[in-house]
């Protein structure tokens, strides 16, 4: 297998209308994701999956002191799944990452919550055993689980993650998301918890883009939210998950 160009060649395809920077174990980067998919029917939009990664962005951050338990390993499993990814889209192009992205967070979030596993010390996403089921199911080979422990992959995604940094600023989570590239708007998020209704993705989304156009708009935030609307949090479709404060989009135990 070869290692990824930083910039994939993305010949023969229509220019990006938006740029989403994801880790695959963000679980509100997925929610984001979830509705950007209904605002690409809705607008006949057309996406381009890129990384950024948040073991990366919290390489100097001391977890034992910053984050509750588990978070380095769940993170430590998301950079090794984004290896994989940056090997499908060396090999496999950049549609190939939307539909890989879209098979883990299936099986991350739409899944049941799995409280049998303790995450304290290792993830079990981050392991062969996990990633190659889903490598069939998006038609890929199982070998590409190779790349989970292929470090010099690191280098594309460290680039990625630095970019989508460059557009926004570091005092930032996941997603990133890039309008109209390379001139548009980008900023983090939206966060939300549910999706918007059938029919009411592209209403929704034309309201945030038009704010973030106005040049002096700077920040709209709060750290309460309500547990994601997803089978993995233990919140069902049709429910709305209790308020949570989600000091710097994980729910530290310190500052």
Not at 68 to 93: F, I, K, M, S, W
Not at 144 to 165: F, K, M, P, Y
Request: aromatic share 10%; proline share 7%; hydrophobic share 40%.
């Amino acid at each position: 297998m070869t290692t990824p160009p930083l910039l994939p060649s993305v010949a023969g395809m229509r220019h990006a209308d938006l740029t989403f920077y994801f880790d695959p174990v963000c679980p509100f980067a997925w929610m984001t994701s979830k509705w950007v998919r209904m605002v690409m029917d809705e607008r006949d939009y057309e996406v381009e999956w890129r990384f950024i990664s948040l073991r990366l962005v919290n390489s100097s951050v001391d977890y034992d002191a910053q984050f509750p338990p588990g978070y380095e390993a769940g993170h430590t499993a998301g950079l090794r799944l984004l290896r994989v990814a940056a090997q499908v889209r060396a090999d496999h192009g950049p549609e190939a990452v939307g539909k890989l992205y879209a098979r883990f967070g299936a099986h991350i979030f739409d899944a049941e919550e799995d409280t049998s596993a303790d995450t304290a010390t290792s993830d079990h996403r981050g392991t062969r055993v996990f990633v190659e089921p889903i490598l069939a199911e998006a038609g890929l080979p199982a070998s590409l689980a190779d790349a989970l422990g292929n470090e010099s992959l690191d280098a594309v995604i460290r680039a990625e993650t630095e970019e989508a940094l460059a557009l926004t600023g570091k005092d930032v989570g996941t997603p990133i998301i890039h309008v109209e590239p390379p001139d548009g708007v980008a900023f983090f998020g939206p966060v939300i918890s549910r999706l918007p209704a059938p029919g009411h993705a592209g209403e929704l989304w034309d309201h945030v883009v038009g704010l973030a156009r106005f040049p002096g708009f700077a920040e709209l935030k709060r750290s309460l939210r309500e547990r994601p609307q997803l089978r993995s949090f233990g919140v069902a479709e049709d429910d709305a998950g209790l308020q949570e404060d989600w000091h710097g989009g994980s729910r530290r135990t310190r500052k």
